[in-house]
């Protein structure tokens, strides 16, 4: 399952949009005379118009079919809620547009005179109901520019989250365990960026995600966006991993990092190891886990244990 935001095509504006169909039915409206020039200009400028603006609405995913990973990070960096506002918006508009058609299609006929007036009309009308919804069309467009921007973690692979202080080891780590291809994409939230690694082991693929600037400080000093894609990261997890230098010079104290570790703990709703890196430096905490990634010791035994702590279970074809 992939990144649900990134093909999103471009949202057009409303004057995009009336320039493309108004142009489209100039020409469709030469290529006939009189009364039938004016119907096929209306018929032509109505349809693009309806189509166009149907398209923006069903270029967007369903959110209720969204994985919760990132249906929760559209709503950090976007609100669910405006944006489905917004597409009822556009949706009204696409209707509208070809009720007018329809509303005007019967009128336009007798002299080419008053069909020329009544189509007029009708444009006039058209672009009205197109420029009420201008704003809802750059809101989506806006939105749709952040949202295919977002890291492509896979929800439905297992993942191995990578937490703790800064300087603790967690890239190292990762970059140690994984392929050399590792994947570096930023939370259009965040100044830092997201670390997302994969290793397969028994043919199966993990992802381990770093995500500097979100699980690296306590609750308290995160936004409410940052919270909010935290508790997405909440909805990938399946285990998680917190590194801790026991001997501080990662520049914060051991009680400090070990209360982080407590809080993710208690929010992480999958199995938490404490990894104790730096040994060679200091084994100075009761962790789960020792190793020491510059040295090459144990890192690939803490790998097996969080993916032991994993326990996933590929589906297996039903065989009866």
């Not at 950090?76 to 009720?99: C, I, M, Y």
């Not at 806006?142 to 890291?151: F, V």
């Not at 997890?237 to 209360?259: H, I, K, R």
Request: glycine share 4%; with cysteine.
């Amino acid at each position: 399952m992939s990144q649900p935001f990134e093909t999103l095509p471009t949202t057009p504006t409303a004057e995009e949009l009336v320039d493309q169909a108004f142009s489209r039915a100039a020409r469709a409206g030469r290529a006939k005379s009189g009364v039938e020039a004016q119907r096929s200009m209306l018929q032509t400028a109505a349809n693009v118009l309806s189509d166009n603006l149907g398209n923006v609405v069903t270029a967007w995913p369903d959110f209720d079919a969204v994985d919760p990973f990132y249906r929760a990070l559209a709503d950090a960096v976007a609100d669910v809620d405006a944006l489905r506002q917004h597409l009822n918006e556009v949706g009204w508009a696409s209707r509208k547009t070809g009720e007018i058609r329809r509303e005007y299609e019967g009128r336009l006929a007798g002299d080419t005179d008053t069909a020329r007036k009544l189509r007029k009309q009708a444009f006039a009308r058209l672009a009205d109901v197109v420029e009420s919804v201008d704003a809802d069309l750059r809101a989506l467009n806006d939105a749709r520019n952040e949202l295919k921007d977002l890291p492509d973690i896979r929800p439905d692979e297992p993942t191995i989250v990578v937490a703790g202080y800064p300087n603790v080891g967690k890239s190292s780590f990762v970059n140690a365990v994984t392929r050399a291809d590792t994947e570096i994409a930023a939370y259009p939230f965040t100044t830092t960026q997201v670390h997302v690694g994969h290793v397969e082991r028994d043919r199966i693929r993990y992802q381990l995600v770093d995500t500097p600037g979100l699980l690296d400080r306590p609750a308290e000093e995160r936004n409410e966006i940052e919270s909010q894609a935290v508790s997405a990261l909440e909805h990938a997890a399946d285990a998680v991993l917190v590194l801790v230098d026991a001997s501080g010079e990662c520049g914060y104290p051991l009680d400090v990092q070990l209360a982080l570790r407590d809080d993710l703990a208690a929010r992480f709703e999958v199995p938490v190891l404490t990894v104790c890196n730096k040994t060679d430096r200091s084994r100075d905490v009761e962790a789960d886990h020792y190793m020491s990634v510059t040295e090459g010791e144990n890192v690939e035994a803490v790998l097996a244990a969080a993916i032991e702590a994993v326990g996933y279970e590929p589906e297996l074809p039903y065989e009866g």
